[in-house]
């Protein structure tokens, strides 16, 4: 796991000393049954160029193959994507 991961889930500031375990433990038992998530959409990996797409309120109890469901559901119905995607 990254340290920016653990600064991001516990508040820290980049920059500033790692959270402990102990900390990070806390946090996650704290974590409501509903998180945020980044999906990546590559259009070229030869270009580097992709788009991130930010879904709130992504639900712990579904499954992966739920959520990409969802996700090829979605994807087509935002406008603010350019056609490839």
């Known amino acids: 796991m990254s340290s920016v991961m653990v600064e991001s889930w516990t508040g820290l ?6 959270a402990s375990s102990s ?5 996650l038992h704290m974590a ?3 998180v945020t998530i980044t999906v990546r959409l590559i259009r ?3 270009h580097r160029n992709f788009k991130p797409v930010v879904y709130h309120g ?13 996700l ?4 087509p119905l935002r406008t603010n994507l350019p056609p490839p995607f």
């Open 13 to 18: 500031p980049k920059g500033e000393a790692e």
């Open 23 to 27: 900390e990070l433990l806390e946090f």
């Open 72 to 75: 090829k559901q979605d994807i």
């Open 58 to 70: 992504v639900n712990l109890d579904q499954t992966v193959k739920e959520f990409i469901v969802f």
């Open 32 to 34: 409501p049954g509903e």
């Open 44 to 46: 070229s990996f030869e």
